[in-house]
C-alpha cells in the first residue's frame, strides 16, 4: 500500500549492497510461495471437510443417532474384530463414529462461523469508535477490552453457560459476545494510523461527514486484517465449543458434536481408544488447516502485516 | 517510575471492577438464584419470602453495593452445596492450581528457549522449518484431546504414570507436559524473534570484535535482551496459561481451583463460582501488574510509552 514514486538518487544507491542479499531475498519469496501453496492445500482439505459436514445426511454411512447394541464399542476396521461396516469402529451404544464425526462437523462449523461473525462485527464497530474519535470514547472502550483480554476467556464462557444453560444459540452468543476485544484492538490500532493518512485529511478538507469516511474509506482498509484475524479466530472458536462440550456444557448428547464424543469417548479410553481419538483428530486437522490457511492468507494479502 | 506504577494501579482497580461487576451479573442479571435455591413446586409466597431474606427484592445496585463491600473482606456468602464458606472452599484448591501453572511454565520454558535460539541461530535451515513445523501443529492441537492421548498412552497402555490424582512428582509429569505443550510454541517464535532481532544490533558485532567465543556472544549478549519481550508477553499471557491450566485440570481431575469451579456449576453452586472467578481475575492482575513493573524497571522506554 506504499505510495509509489519515481526512485530517487538515495533509493538507486541502496540497491547496490542490497544486490549483495539477493540470495536471502530469494529464499524469502519462495518460503512465501512455499507458505501459499500450504495455504492451498490447506483450503481444500477444509473444502472437504466442509462438503463432509454439510451433504453429511447424504454421505454419511449411517444414522448418526441409530443404536446398535450388538455391535457396540466395536474397534476400527483394520483392527482385529473391526468390520467394514464400521469404518472408524462405534461408540458404547453402537453408533457409527463415522457418521457422527460427518454430522459433529456441522455443529462446530456452524458455531465457528457464527461466532466470529458476531465477534467480528461488535469487535469492528468498537475498535473504529476508538480509533476514529479517540479521547474519552477511545479510554472507555480500551479499558473494557483489557477486562477482557486479562480474563480468562474459558472461564467466563463456563461461567455464562452454566446460568443461560446449554444450546448451540448460547453458544454461538456467548462465544461471540466474548471473542471480539482482539478484533478491536488491532482495528483501533490500523484506524489510529489510518486516520492520520493524506487521503482521509483530503476528505476531511472537502467536507465529507465522518459515517462516509469511516465507510469509504477507512473500512475498505480494514478488509484483509479482519480477514485474516476472523480466519484465524475460528479455529480458536471450534476448540473452545469442543472443550465445552467436552465438559457437558455445550451441545448436549445425543446430537453428535466433536467436543461431546471425545468427552463420552474419554469414559471407555481404558479400551475403546477409538472414540475419543478420532473426534479429537477431527478438531486438530479442522483447526490446523484453518491457522495455515489463516497464516498463508496474512502473507498473501499484506506480507508486513504483523500481530 | 512512580507515575508508571499509578497509572498501572489505576488500571488494575478499574479492571477488579470490572470483572467483579461480570461476576456480579452472570448471576443477579442472567439467572435468578432463588429459582435455582427452592424447589420447583414452591409456592409463590415462599418464593417472595426467600428473595426478601436473601436482599433480592432491592435495587440491583445496592445488591451490588453489598456484594462488592462483602467480597472486599473475603465474605462470599456460603457455599450452597457444601457448608462452608466459598472464600475458605476456593482459597484451598488454590496451591494445585498455582503449582500446574508454574510447572506448565517451565515445561514451555524448556522446550521453547533451547528450539527458539537454535531455529533463530540456523535461520531457514531445516531445523528452523522442523521448529515451526512442529509449533503450528502444536497450536492446534486442543490441550484436553492431548491429554487424553497422554492419558491412553501412557497410563492405559504403557501402566508407567497415574491418569489422575495429585500429590507425587510422577502425577505433575502429563498435566505439566500438556499445559507446557499448549504454551510452547508461541513462547518459541517470540523467542526466535527476539534473538534474531538482537542479533543484528551493534553490540553483538562489538562482542564479536573483541573476540567473544560465539557461545558466549549468544548467552550472555543475545540472549539476555532477547527476554524482554519474552517476559513481557508471557506475563501478559498468563490469563491464558491460567485458561489452559483449567482445562488441563478437568482432562486430568487434579484438584485445582478449575475443577472446584466446574463441579460448582454443575451443582449451580453460584457463590463458589463467583468467589473463584474473581479470585482468579484477581491473582492474573496482580501477575500482570508485576510483569509491568518488571519490564519497565529493565526498559525504561516502556516506562515512558505506556
Known sequence: MKAMSAPTKIELAEIGPARVEAPDFRRATLRRLLRLRWGLGAAGVL???????????????????????????????????????????????????????????????????????????????????????????????????????????????????????????????????????????????????????????????????????????????????????????????????????????????PTPAWGNMLGEGRLYMLNSWWIATFPGLAIFLTTLVINLMGNALRDWLDPHLKF | MRRYIARQLVQLVVVILGISLLAFAILHVLGDPVLLLLPQNAGKEEFERYRHLLGLDRPLYVQYWKFLSRA???????????????????????????????????????????????????????????????????????????????????????????????????????????????????????????????????FIKTARAKGLAEPMVVVKHAFRNACIPVITVLGLQFGQLLGGAIITETVFAWPGVATLTVESIRNQDFPVVQCAVILLALLIVTVNLIVDLIVGFIDPRIRAGA
Request: proline share 5%.
Open chain 2, 72 to 202: 472486599v473482606l473475603g465474605d462470599f456468602g456460603k457455599s450452597w452445596y457444601a457448608d462452608t464458606s466459598a472464600f475458605k472452599l476456593v482459597l484451598e484448591r488454590m496451591p494445585p492450581t498455582i503449582y500446574l501453572t508454574f510447572a506448565g511454565l517451565l515445561v514451555a520454558l524448556l522446550i521453547a528457549l533451547p528450539l527458539g535460539i537454535l531455529a533463530a541461530l540456523k535461520r531457514h535451515s531445516w531445523l528452523d522449518s522442523l521448529c515451526t513445523a512442529v509449533a503450528v501443529a502444536g497450536q492446534a492441537a486442543p490441550i484436553f484431546w492431548l491429554g487424553i492421548m497422554l492419558i491412553i498412552v501412557f497410563a492405559v497402555r504403557l501402566r508407567v504414570l497415574p491418569a489422575s490424582g495429585y500429590g507425587t512428582w510422577q502425577n505433575f509429569l502429563m498435566p505439566a507436559f500438556c499445559l507446557g505443550a499448549a504454551l510452547a510454541p508461541i513462547t518459541m517464535r517470540l523467542v526466535r524473534s527476539g534473538v534474531i532481532e538482537v542479533m543484528s544490533l551493534e
Open chain 1, 47 to 253: 473444502l472437504l471437510i466442509v462438503a463432509t459436514s454439510a451433504f453429511a445426511p447424504w454421505m454419511a454411512p449411517h444414522d448418526p443417532l441409530a443404536v446398535d447394541i450388538r455391535h457396540r464399542l466395536s474397534p476400527p476396521a483394520w483392527m482385529e474384530g473391526g468390520t467394514a461396516q464400521h469404518p472408524l469402529g462405534t461408540d458404547q451404544v453402537g453408533r457409527d463414529l463415522l457418521a457422527r464425526m460427518m454430522y459433529g462437523g456441522r455443529v462446530s462449523l456452524v458455531v465457528g462461523v457464527g461466532a466470529v461473525l458476531i465477534a467480528a462485527t461488535i469487535g469492528v464497530s468498537l475498535g473504529l469508535g476508538a480509533g476514529y474519535f479517540g479521547g474519552g470514547t477511545d479510554w472507555t472502550i480500551m479499558t473494557f477490552v483489557n477486562v477482557m483480554l486479562t480474563f480468562p476467556f474459558v472461564l467466563l464462557a463456563l461461567a455464562v453457560i452454566a446460568v443461560l444453560g446449554p444450546s448451540l444459540v448460547n453458544m454461538i452468543i456467548v462465544l461471540g459476545v466474548a471473542g471480539w476485544p482482539i478484533y478491536a484492538r488491532v482495528v483501533r490500532a490500523e484506524t489510529l494510523a489510518i486516520r492520520e493518512r493524506e487521503f482521509v485529511l483530503a476528505g476531511r478538507a472537502l467536507g465529507m461527514s465522518h459515517l462516509r469516511i469511516v465507510a469509504r474509506q477507512i473500512i475498505p482498509n480494514l478488509v484483509s486484517v479482519i480477514v485474516v484475524i476472523a480466519t484465524l479466530q475460528v479455529a480458536q472458536v471450534i476448540i473452545l465449543e469442543s472443550f465445552l462440550s467436552f465438559l457437558g456444557l455445550g451441545i448436549q448428547p
